[in-house]
Nanobody, 127 residues
């Protein structure tokens, strides 16, 4: 079984930064592709950024390109989402999800393809 734990959420003013962390335990971390999803109240869950199990491919949704950066540290079993120039529309509950040896799609990632999920971290951006 794979367990994921997010941290780093909080309240920030527009234009500010936050870094989300996702620590993974239970299996060989380097075999798992990690994706960050988010869900705002009344909206569909959407993929934000993903990084392949081998680190060779990543994905960003268009609205966060140039502002968000995903990275992984296999020595720490962790994936990070650095979020800069935050906007009120980035306000959501952010989840990290993991799947074994999953390829990263060119377009949006499918939440149905990820079997392991964290509890979520709230990010609130005030205007």
């Amino acid at each position: 079984q794979v367990q994921l734990a997010e941290s780093g959420g909080g309240l920030v003013q527009a234009g500010g930064s936050l870094r989300l962390s996702c620590v993974v335990s239970g299996r060989t971390f380097s075999d798992y592709t990690i994706c960050w999803f988010r869900q705002a109240p009344g909206k569909e869950r959407e993929s934000v950024a993903a990084i392949a199990w081998n680190g060779r491919r990543s994905y960003y949704r268009d609205s966060v390109k140039g502002r968000f950066s995903i990275s992984r540290d296999n020595a720490k079993n962790a994936v990070y989402l650095q979020m800069d120039s935050l906007k009120p529309e980035d306000t959501a509950l952010y989840y990290c999800a993991a799947e074994y040896l999953l390829g990263v799609r060119i377009g949006p990632q499918f939440s149905s393809e990820y079997h392991f999920w964290g509890q979520g971290a709230q990010v609130t951006v005030s205007s």
